[in-house]
């Protein structure tokens, strides 16, 4: 088992031997090749002590090899931490109850990360007496508008450095510089894509999906199944909520980020949660962006289904709206926007009474809400029911239509305006009054 929590404690690689004191840059480190290429490229070309912070946001990775390789590349130290309750509880949670889904899709999985990241950045920064922090992002995307955004606003001082935008190498001069700097470059097989996971879903660019007229082919894809080869039989799953929060899976109550986890695996092995789509950049770039989302395809379907049992219909209509912009702002880097944190505070106002239970069948590559039940539903039989015990006091409905349909009566007894003819003075409209 990992270790929970913040763990803040380095490992002091080589110690610096340069009499003068340099400043120090804070590095969002993958562990990948470009970020260990930052490494000998900050000291070198910038002068700087680097110090690198990995957060585990449940990527499948090995911090201990992750530091390792950090401190090997150069790092004077290197902070490792399993950051998944914290990503769960603070980022999941509230993008669950806000059903955030930017152009309707896109469950924000990368996005969602990068404002933790930062965070733990700035944390570090101030911890070590750093005067900038990094990252590995190139100048065409959008995650160093949020890692730079995220900075800005929790700690403006700080200077943003981003080696893979100004650097000039391409993979194979990377490869070169790596291994001219002793930096282990491992042998893995050179993959076409580039990826980025976290428990919130995977995303996958380039390659042949550049091409948004081709059909992604099946190798993209590692969490979930082919639908076409994903089990006849359906699988049933059923989610618990308290105010908005997923609690139980199957009866069995766990903490958001084993749930997810979970869930992932339940509902990625019936092919759910594939999003094929075409994305707007905030840089302005449309690109061709394919995900991986099982659970938080079914969680968002549940949730919204257990809110449609709860809440009433202009509250509904209002959140969506809300919604839809709070996604943007994520998606845009806004996290730590006062826009961004208001909306959240009424998005939890709105949750207090959305607990209950939603069974959803997930099969072939669909997920489907079948079932939903909550103690306080605004579901009533008597008015609903078109059977026996039919409480529904029909008369009333004549009436309640005579004055919500006077409006449209009485614009319809206007005859057709004509432009160059002043109106005549208003003439009452034939309204019946009995
Ligand atoms: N387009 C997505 C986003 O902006 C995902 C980017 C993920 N990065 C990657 N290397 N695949 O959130």
Aim: net charge negative; hydrophobic share 45%.
């Amino acid at each position: 088992m990992r270790p929970h929590g913040i763990n803040l404690t380095p490992v002091v690689g080589r110690p610096f031997v340069d009499p003068m004191a340099r400043s120090k840059v804070v590095l969002a480190y993958s562990g990948g090749l470009d970020t260990s290429v930052a490494i000998p490229w900050l000291r070198e070309e910038k002068g700087l002590e680097v110090v690198t912070v990995t957060a585990d946001v449940g990527q499948p990775v090995d911090l201990e090899k992750v530091r390792a390789k950090a401190l090997a590349s150069g790092a004077s130290s290197a902070y490792v931490a399993d950051a998944r309750e914290e990503f769960a509880a603070e980022f999941l949670q509230p993008a669950i109850q806000a059903n955030a889904l930017y152009e309707g899709v896109y469950p924000l999985s990368t996005a969602l990360a990068r404002p933790l990241i930062a965070r733990r950045l700035v944390e570090v920064a101030r911890r070590e007496g750093a005067t900038a922090v990094a990252h590995g992002c190139t100048g065409k995307g959008n995650d160093q508008v949020r890692f730079e955004l995220s900075t800005q606003s929790l700690a403006p001082e700080l200077e943003v450095i981003a080696p893979a935008r100004e650097w000039t190498m391409n993979r194979d001069a990377e490869i070169a510089y790596a291994a001219a700097h002793g930096i282990p470059v491992e042998a893995t097989k050179r993959s076409p894509y580039s990826t980025d996971e976290n428990l919130w879903g995977r995303s996958v660019e380039c390659g042949v999906l550049e091409d948004p007229a081709i059909e992604p082919p099946e190798e993209v894809y590692a969490w979930t199944r082919s639908p076409m080869e994903a089990p006849d039989a359906p699988a049933y799953v059923e989610l618990e909520f308290d105010a908005g929060v997923p609690v139980s899976l199957d009866g069995a109550r766990l903490p958001l980020h084993a749930l997810v986890a979970r869930l992932n695996e339940v509902a990625g092995a019936h092919g759910v949660g594939r999003i094929d789509h075409l994305e707007s950049r905030v840089v302005g770039i449309k690109s061709r962006e394919v995900y991986e989302c099982p659970a938080a395809t079914v969680l968002l379907d549940a949730h919204r289904a257990l809110e449609a049992l709860v809440l009433p219909r202009d509250l509904l209509a209002f959140k969506r709206t809300a919604e839809q912009r709070y996604a943007e702002l994520v998606y845009d880097g806004l996290w730590f926007a006062p826009l961004r944190t208001s909306l959240e505070a009424f998005v939890t106002a709105t949750q207090e009474r959305v607990s209950g239970a939603v069974s959803v069948k997930l099969s072939k590559g669909r997920s489907t809400v079948v079932g939903r039940s909550s103690g306080a539903s605004l579901y009533r039989a008597g008015l609903a029911t078109y059977a026996e015990g039919d409480r529904f006091r029909r008369e009333m409905a004549e009436g309640f239509i005579y004055v919500w349909g006077l409006p449209s009566r009485t614009w319809a007894s206007v005859a057709e305006p004509t432009a160059s003819v002043a109106a005549p003075p208003v003439a009452a409209p034939p309204v019946r009054t009995t």
